[in-house]
């Protein structure tokens, strides 16, 4: 039988309500699990499947077992989870102590008490992100019958996942053209510095700074914002 929406339903409207920037990507990434567990009664726990440095990975998940579990799949190349993110499409195993298309995978799911499995493509705009995998202890925990709102949820989360990474690639970019303006201002300032001090030119207090930053085996804005500080203190006297 298959599951009552409503429990999908209530996590759509979850992960849609979600505000983007509350929780660093990780923590999106939990939060999206942890919304997909109560959604489904037959899940005992959740994890996302995705490349983490170019390998395919368990990124977060809501037990440690779900990585013990995935790594039959990393190791040998095949599982549904890998399929899921591949093939974009739903992957169900009904009883992991029967099934043959990924011997290794529901082997070790068995040997952790899991015997049903449940594999969702994560897709937004046609772009994969990767899989949202459902684990229970029961045979036939999910139903053919829960693909479409399965895969509406995993869709929901794709799409939430998306703009989490823009808005924080772009947090990210921000913060680096502030840290690139905070250190080209302290540069020019220890270049004025070292005009008065050592009375030559903008181009000759440059020279000076690399030398010392050569020299010290340090950064150079490291060396201008140094430079810059002792300077304050002196005129604090």
């Known amino acids: 039988m298959p599951h009552s929406p409503d429990p999908v339903r209530a996590a759509l409207d979850a992960l849609a309500g979600f505000l983007i920037g509350t929780a660093p990507l990780d923590g999106t990434l939990r939060y999206i699990s942890q919304v997909t567990v109560d959604a489904f009664p037959a899940a005992h726990f959740a994890g996302i499947s995705t490349l983490v440095d170019g390998e395919p990975r368990t990124a977060v998940f ?3 077992t779900a990585v013990d579990i995935d790594s039959a799949q990393y190791e040998t190349g095949e599982g549904p989870c890998l399929d899921a993110y591949r093939h974009k499409a739903v992957y169900r195993i009904d009883d992991t102590e029967v099934e043959k298309r990924w011997p290794a995978f529901a082997s070790t799911a068995a040997d952790h008490g899991i015997r049903s499995t449940f594999s969702l493509p994560m897709i937004s705009n046609d772009e994969g992100f990767g899989a949202l995998n459902l684990y229970s202890p029961d045979v036939e925990g999910f139903a053919e019958a829960d693909a479409d709102l ?3 949820l995993a869709g929901q989360a794709a799409t939430l996942l998306a703009n989490s990474q823009i808005y924080w690639d772009a947090h990210q970019l921000t913060e680096s053209l502030q840290e690139a303006m905070r250190s080209r201002a302290q540069i020019e300032q220890a270049k004025g510095i070292l005009m008065v001090s050592s009375r030559c030119t903008a ?10 930053s050569q020299r010290e085996n340090r950064k150079l804005r490291d060396i201008a914002a140094e430079m810059v500080e002792r300077a304050q203190r002196r005129d604090a006297l």
Do not use: I, S
């Open 203 to 212: 181009d000759e207090a440059f020279a000076l700074l690399v030398r010392a």
């Open 62 to 64: 809501t037990h440690e």
């Open 150 to 152: 399965g895969l509406a």
